[in-house]
């Protein structure tokens, strides 16, 4: 039988258009010979639907949805996830499940067994486990039906598993002649070498061909690469889908011959082709058509707004250089050459007269005190308010444009800098931004030079640098990768970074001690395997230190 992996990507909630392209797809892969078509996991009602799933109403709509589009693909099996109503008693909303459509009809349902509940992951909230299996009788074959988490407890390649029950292994004991997976696996950096390896061994081990088709493109934080594909028993990659697209490719299960598309190079290549996904799918699903950006001249706005023109086109995107009274002439020539190249708008507005009149204002109140962060913070504030404006006049998206580094030390400014509705590169350590700009200028200068060769600096006083309030940048990096990603203790920090205890220490008590700010910022798109946002949940008022 020839099979379609459908890699889609569909927005939360929008039943209509879930629905047509699940149509589109599904017309497209019979077009190509084939007898069934298989969509990621909750796809028909995006993913990930959260609290949606306790409204009743979502519910019937998503069985709604699923009956409309058995009955409107009469000639292609279709295999597709969804939410539907848990069974009475289990205390859930939910249930996260995978239905057959045939002749016009649901002809078999498999509901989800281990539900995560770690890091971006909440399902035990919402949803009830499944208590039993059934293989799937199809095309001559006993298929193995499962929903993405119920592949990641294999005993063979988890040192530690997380929970009593391995689907897998409860379905190849009844018999099953290839294992299916729906999914919706949220990308990071390494994912899709590490989903491999796992899939292999879960090939080698049973023996059995391994079908995997996950979820692509953003929703809110997280960002799904599709990166689909089939393996045989033996390991070998049989069919693969792009990654960072949607792709539909097919795969013969008697030949054992399927469709390879080109992929995306490791590391700096993913990680930008997630933030351009994810930027593009968070304005567009929010309602917005355009971005505005506030230019500094340095090398953090300049990547965003990179970013957005590949995510946007460059007509849709604004530059904002907000010059102050400590602004260098060359931070204004770099932001203007910067939007030049990309083809951007641009527009300057200075605030060196307006963060004048915020002064004469609050002299009486401020008599006899010394100038501090507070009139640096103004002058961030001011270019926080001017860019908001400009985003409720002109209905465009502000992005914001500070970095890991920054926001793990609070070097930010509430309502300033940060504000926004999408923080673009806030997952992206700045030796990070450094590789990704070059990756950005790999074939012409498209950000200046000068950008990425002067010294960092929020020219919020004279002759300021990130260094006069932060360590180097390399070792900076490397300690809060070893925090906040490893959860290593401040001694295994030292050892490993080769840094100062006693530097270590004061690095993590300024992570620990602006956890307020970060809970304030807008939602970024994740990369790493442990992102500032909704996979990191630490309180604000707390007193607990390393």
Not at 362 to 386: C, H, K, M, W, Y
Not at 460 to 468: A, C, F, G, T
Request: overall charge negative; aromatic content about 8%; charged content about 20%.
């Amino acid at each position: 039988m020839k099979i379609a992996l459908a890699q889609v990507n569909t927005t939360v909630g929008d039943f209509a258009g879930n629905t047509d392209k699940f149509r589109l797809f599904a017309q497209r892969a019979e077009q190509a010979g084939a007898g069934l078509v298989i969509f990621p996991e909750l796809a028909l009602c995006g993913y990930p639907p959260r609290d949606l799933v306790e409204k009743p109403r979502f519910l019937e709509r998503n069985r709604q949805a699923l009956e409309t589009l058995a009955s409107n693909i009469p000639g292609i099996s279709v295999l597709c996830g969804y939410a539907d109503t848990a069974p009475a008693g289990s205390g859930k909303p939910a249930a996260n499940c995978a239905a057959l459509l045939t002749q016009g009809r649901v002809q078999f349902v498999q509901t989800k067994m281990l539900l995560p509940t770690y890091d971006v992951f909440d399902e035990g909230r919402y949803f009830a486990p499944a208590l039993t299996q059934e293989l799937l009788p199809l095309g001559g074959q006993q298929w193995a039906v499962t929903i993405c988490e119920d592949i990641w407890n294999d005993k063979s390649f988890w040192k530690k598993q997380l929970y009593s029950r391995d689907p897998v292994e409860e379905l190849v004991q009844q018999g099953a002649t290839h294992l299916l997976n729906i999914s919706a696996s949220p990308y990071v950096i390494g994912k899709r070498k590490f989903r491999i390896d796992m899939l292999r061994a879960l090939a080698i081990r049973h023996r059995l061909p391994v079908v995997y088709v996950n979820l692509v493109g953003g929703n809110d934080s997280l960002v799904f690469d599709g990166s689909s594909m089939v393996l045989d028993a033996h390991g070998k990659i049989c069919a693969q889908a792009v990654s960072f697209e949607e792709d539909l490719v097919c795969f013969d299960t008697e030949s054992g011959i399927g469709d390879i598309h080109a992929q995306v190079p490791e590391p700096e290549y993913t990680v930008y082709r997630a933030l351009v996904l994810g930027t593009r799918d968070y304005v567009h699903k929010c309602g917005f058509h355009s971005a505005l950006i506030g230019l500094s001249g340095g090398i953090d706005s300049s990547l965003v707004a990179a970013i957005a023109a590949d995510a946007l086109g460059p007509e849709n995107v604004l530059g904002v250089a907000m010059p102050g009274p400590f602004s260098s002439t060359g931070s204004l020539t770099d932001a203007r050459a910067l939007a030049s190249n990309l083809g951007i708008r641009f527009e300057v507005l200075p605030i060196t007269e307006t963060y004048q009149s915020y002064l004469r204002s609050l002299a009486p109140v401020f008599v006899g005190l010394s100038a501090d962060t507070t009139e640096e913070n103004i002058q961030a504030r001011i270019r926080g308010n001017f860019l908001m404006a400009l985003s409720n006049k002109f209905r465009s998206l502000v992005l914001s444009t500070g970095n890991k580094s920054e926001l793990a030390m609070g070097y930010c400014t509430l309502y300033g800098d940060m504000a926004g509705g999408l923080a673009v590169i806030s997952d992206i350590p700045k030796t990070m931004v450094y590789r990704l700009a070059a990756l950005v200028n790999r074939a012409s200068e498209i950000i200046p030079r000068s950008v990425i060769e002067k010294p960092p600096s929020a020219e919020l006083r004279p002759n300021q640098k990130d260094s006069d309030s932060l360590p180097p940048y390399e070792i900076l990096d490397a300690v809060l990768k070893a925090y906040i990603e490893d959860e290593e203790s401040p001694e295994q920090i030292a050892a490993h970074a080769g840094a100062d205890l006693a530097l270590v220490r004061s690095i993590l008590a300024r992570v620990d001690g602006n956890e307020y700010k970060r809970q304030q910022a807008p939602p970024g798109l994740k990369v790493t395997s442990k992102a500032f946002g909704i996979g990191r949940r630490i309180p604000i008022a707390q007193c607990y230190s390393q």
